[in-house]
């Protein structure tokens, strides 16, 4: 953050990997789990992102979207690519 922005600004620019849209390149910022509606409870749901890769830095990408009300979808992290529901990528602050 530079001097002349405020944390407000910075935040503007963060999204909800869920509603990114295919072809999104970013880096993850934050994992919020209790937030993101997914049928996990939070503690469990955060545990399993990490487990498959997705840490605060990590540069991740969308390449694909399910063609059902676009889910499941393929993300890039770093090297790896997953598949993950839209509900459970609500969970990933990404920016």
């Not at 789990?33 to 498959?52: K, N």
């Not at 990590?58 to 839209?86: S, Y």
Request: aromatic share 2%; net charge negative; no cysteine.
């Amino acid at each position: 953050m530079t001097v002349h922005q405020t944390a407000s600004e910075t935040s503007t620019h963060e999204l909800r990997l869920g509603n990114a849209p295919r072809g999104f390149v970013g880096t993850i910022v934050a994992l919020q789990p209790d937030i993101a509606g997914a049928a996990e409870s939070g503690h469990e749901l955060e545990r399993h992102l990490l487990e498959m890769g997705f840490t605060e830095g990590a540069r991740v990408e969308i390449l694909h979207q399910g063609a059902i009300q676009r889910d499941p979808i393929a993300v890039r992290v770093d090297n790896i690519t997953i598949a993950v529901r839209r509900r459970e990528a609500m969970a990933v602050v990404v920016k």
